[in-house]
């Protein structure tokens, strides 16, 4: 079904009812097992319009032109569970004290940065570092 969902949501490419159906028809005879017929196809993406789609409002301006204004409020909620705020550690201090609390408890090395910039040197996570005293560590 993905496949035939994206074939009929492709945005340059418009297909038909009798298309959709001669491709599927050909899904068919090839072989294709489970392939659904129309009416299940759009039923199936119905059910996913009405459950993951970003409503759209309609308006109409005073020129009569016709326009579609999406809920900013749900945009925001399905990008935001996938936004990974990195801490800050800006010199001299951290401005935020979640910067703290984060770094040190809630974020693994491996998801962090893969450098640290202090003035103009560069710094690797877990490559070895000299200090000024001559001594080494992993940042």
């Known amino acids: 079904i993905f496949l035939l969902d994206m074939l ?3 945005p340059r490419l418009w297909l038909s009812d009798p298309q959709m159906r001669a491709i599927m028809w050909v899904m068919k005879e090839i072989g294709g097992r489970d392939v659904p017929s129309l009416d299940t196809l759009c039923r199936v993406q119905e059910k996913l319009r009405k459950t993951t789609a ?3 409002t309609k308006y109409k301006s005073a020129q009569g032109n016709i326009f ?3 809920d900013i409020k749900q945009q925001i909620a399905e990008v935001s569970i ?3 705020l990195y801490p ?3 010199p001299p201090w951290m401005s935020e004290t979640w910067h703290a609390a984060k770094m040190c408890k809630e974020i693994q090395v491996d998801q ?3 450098m640290v910039a202090v003035g103009s040197k560069h710094f ?3 490559e070895l570092a ?3 005293d001559g001594k080494y560590v992993y940042p």
Request: glycine content about 0%; hydrophobic content about 30%.
């Open 8 to 10: 009929d949501n492709l």
């Open 54 to 56: 970003i409503s759209s």
């Open 68 to 70: 579609y204004v999406n």
């Open 82 to 84: 996938f936004k990974l």
């Open 88 to 90: 800050e550690d800006t």
């Open 112 to 114: 962090l940065s893969p």
């Open 124 to 126: 690797y996570i877990n």
């Open 130 to 132: 000299r200090c000024h």
